[in-house]
């Protein structure tokens, strides 16, 4: 590896940044977006065992809030579910699109290292096609100086590709996930608001109701 570097020159060392850089934003997002931390399963069903049995306090409702994107959905539809319908979709509309700002978060510059990274290998390449240009003079080419071109464009451009291809991929892996995320939220937090409706002004969801409430239409949380 020491070789590769010392034969692809100086313009390898941007090249290298750039690919800790990408590396780190993959694993932090990979870490953030896991389903146990976005979208603990059967949250919703302790929600609605919670409201069923009454302890719907501040605090549980600050807790809910404080262990995840989703809970902190439920947890604005909880607390805020005595508005009026139109401004209670207004209020969970714009905490959906504090959530969908949080998960992306970081993903515009894993996008960002998957456009450069080419193009720092093309200014390795162009960089590499100097030396080479330089190397002719009227007495002959220097045949090192001509090898050592060709290194310095072909390692550069090599590795500004080997870094681009997995950023791209992971980049769009990523989007899809909070894509999917942001469904299943929206769905369930239309759904805990029929059951919340369904169940009427200051009475508790009862056992089976939030089963047959799904069935009825909507609007969507994150309609505009």
């Given at each position: 590896?020491?070789?590769?570097?010392n034969?692809?020159?100086?313009?390898?060392?941007?090249?290298?940044?750039?690919?800790?850089?990408?590396?780190?934003?993959?694993?932090?997002?990979?870490?953030?977006?896991?389903?146990?931390?976005?979208?603990?399963?059967?949250?919703?069903?302790?929600?609605?065992?919670?409201?069923?049995?009454?302890?719907?306090?501040?605090?549980?409702?600050?807790?809910?809030?404080?262990g995840?994107?989703?809970?902190?959905?439920?947890?604005?539809?909880?607390?805020?579910?005595?508005?009026p319908?139109?401004?209670?979709?207004?209020?969970?509309?714009?905490?959906?699109?504090?959530?969908?700002?949080?998960?992306?978060?970081y993903?515009?510059?894993?996008?960002?290292?998957?456009?450069?990274?080419?193009?720092?290998?093309?200014?390795?390449?162009?960089?590499?096609?100097?030396?080479i240009?330089?190397?002719?003079?009227?007495?002959?080419?220097?045949?090192?100086?001509?090898?050592?071109?060709?290194?310095?464009?072909?390692?550069?451009?090599?590795?500004?590709?080997?870094?681009?291809?997995?950023?791209?991929?992971?980049?769009?892996?990523?989007?899809?996930?909070?894509?999917?995320?942001?469904?299943?939220?929206?769905?369930?937090?239309?759904?805990?608001?029929?059951?919340?409706?369904?169940?009427?002004?200051?009475?508790?969801?009862?056992?089976?109701?939030?089963?047959?409430?799904?069935?009825?239409?909507?609007?969507?949380?994150?309609?505009?």
């Amino acid at each position: 590896m020491l070789a590769i570097i010392n034969e692809a020159d100086w313009p390898i060392w941007p090249l290298l940044a750039t690919s800790i850089l990408g590396l780190a934003l993959i694993v932090e997002r990979a870490l953030a977006l896991r389903r146990s931390r976005v979208m603990p399963r059967g949250l919703q069903h302790q929600v609605l065992d919670m409201l069923r049995n009454r302890q719907d306090a501040p605090e549980a409702l600050a807790r809910l809030e404080a262990g995840s994107p989703f809970g902190r959905v439920l947890a604005d539809v909880i607390r805020l579910r005595h508005l009026p319908r139109e401004e209670l979709r207004a209020m969970v509309e714009d905490t959906g699109r504090s959530v969908a700002h949080q998960l992306n978060r970081y993903l515009p510059a894993l996008g960002t290292v998957a456009v450069v990274a080419p193009l720092m290998g093309l200014f390795g390449t162009v960089v590499g096609m100097i030396e080479i240009f330089s190397s002719y003079t009227p007495a002959g080419g220097d045949p090192a100086q001509l090898a050592r071109g060709i290194s310095i464009a072909l390692y550069n451009t090599a590795f500004g590709i080997l870094i681009a291809i997995p950023a791209l991929i992971f980049h769009r892996h990523f989007r899809s996930r909070v894509e999917t995320y942001l469904h299943e939220m929206e769905y369930a937090a239309t759904r805990l608001l029929r059951v919340l409706a369904a169940a009427g002004p200051g009475r508790r969801p009862e056992p089976g109701l939030d089963t047959a409430a799904a069935a009825r239409a909507e609007p969507r949380w994150s309609e505009q």
